[in-house]
């Protein structure tokens, strides 16, 4: 058995704070079961589940999206009943390996302030593109360690629109569908600061043509996307437009309720 691994006897080992040092899962397989124990982790969503229970969709860092039953939850003492709210740093216990699977424990290990206001809004938003673009049990550490940044970066009042843009291009990278903002495929060259360009979904950048019904961007503004600068108002404007157009694109129709009020009443 590897170091990292521990039979489903074994006592629950006692959490360690997040952040700094995120706790790795450990998890070990017995027969059919499954069990992690303090798996560093954030309640996307919860919805009710029977008459005491809830289910608990959880962004965890080295599991993924997974969906969680939290048995008993909803009872007035239940000890769970302040623990699994959005945003807040938890160390998650589960067992079991069906798609469904049993929350086991849930700890608060802090060091995060909370969000307030347009910044919490913020967060749905957030956690309604994970919810929507992130398979189940698909781990994506890198996209975790963002998500951890950009909740940090909201709470800290830095300018939301830019710390949106940059979350929302770093979760269509790290899900594969990202193109190179810096290559055109009409000229197979590097993308022109001072050129037109419509962005394929699909394949990337191509240069302008009159009739074109995705959104026209400038050359430097898909250069700055691509090396995260957004000090340019121009590129700020034209990044939103171009970013709501993609992340419609790989949503299928599916509409983002968050997205919406945030248009109706910040405008990012």
């Known amino acids: 058995m590897a170091a990292n691994e521990l039979p489903l006897a074994d006592p629950v080992l006692a959490a360690e704070a997040l952040p700094p040092a995120p706790v790795r899962a450990r998890l070990s397989h017995r027969g059919p079961a499954l069990r992690v124990l303090h798996q560093p982790g954030f309640v996307l969503h919860s919805y009710p589940h029977k008459e005491t229970s809830l289910i608990i969709d959880v962004f965890s860092r080295d599991h993924g999206r997974i969906a969680l039953i939290a048995k008993g939850a909803k009872r007035p003492h239940s000890a769970l009943r302040g623990v699994l709210q959005t945003f807040q740093p938890l160390a998650v216990s589960w067992s079991g390996k069906s798609e469904l699977r049993t929350l086991t424990g849930a700890e608060w290990v802090g060091g995060m302030l909370p969000l307030e206001k347009s910044a919490l809004l913020c967060g749905f938003y957030l956690n309604e593109l994970l919810v929507k673009l992130l398979a189940r049990d698909d781990a994506h550490p890198a996209l975790f360690d963002h998500y951890v940044a950009t909740l940090n970066q909201l709470a800290h009042n830095e300018p939301a629109p830019i710390v949106l843009r940059k979350f929302e291009r770093a979760l269509l990278r790290e899900t594969g569908v990202a193109s190179d903002f810096t290559f055109c495929t009409t000229t197979r060259t590097t993308v022109d600061a001072q050129q037109s360009y419509v962005l394929d979904p699909e394949r990337g950048p191509r240069v302008a043509h009159a009739g074109d019904v995705w959104p026209r961007v400038a050359g430097k503004t898909l250069l700055d996307m691509e090396r995260e600068d957004y000090s ?32 109706d009443l910040t405008q990012l």
């Open 232 to 263: 340019d108002s121009t590129t700020q404007m034209q990044s939103k437009l171009l970013m709501r157009f993609l992340l419609a694109y790989h949503l299928g129709g599916a509409q983002l309720n968050t997205r919406q009020i945030l248009i």
